[in-house]
């Protein structure tokens, strides 16, 4: 059974910098996309970043030039760096993938962001 687990959310004043991490396990195949997602109170829950199998990554334009989304090296781990935080990054950030012949994504339980200004 897949599982996705995220850590790395926390605490941050403005400008600061935080670090999440992402593992994907259960599963011998490599992931096709893994993305960070995040939902502020009161808000839809939106794409921040997400990165393919490739290599190839986008991001919302409200991140661009300050988070950056990497592969680790480990099996289905991904990273997002978080820089020039601002209050507004404040949410809760989910994990989400997906793997050839999956039918649907598969979601991890969240972490909580919080940036003060």
């Known amino acids: 059974q897949v599982r996705v687990m995220e850590s790395g959310g926390g605490l941050a004043q403005a400008g600061g910098s935080l670090r999440l991490s992402c593992v994907a396990s259960?599963?011998?195949?490599?992931?096709?996309?893994m993305g960070w997602y995040r939902q502020a109170p009161e808000k839809q829950r939106e794409l921040v970043a997400a990165?393919?199998?490739?290599?190839?990554?986008n991001y919302c334009d409200s991140v661009k030039g300050r988070f950056t989304i990497s592969r680790g090296n480990a099996p289905n781990t991904v990273y997002l760096q978080m820089n020039n935080l601002k209050p507004e990054d404040t949410a809760v950030y989910y994990c989400s993938t997906n793997f050839a012949g999956s039918t649907g994504d598969y979601w991890g339980q969240g972490t909580q962001v919080t940036v003060s200004s």
């Open positions: 259960g599963t011998m195949f490599t992931f096709n996309t």
């Open positions: 990165i393919t199998r490739g290599g190839t990554t």
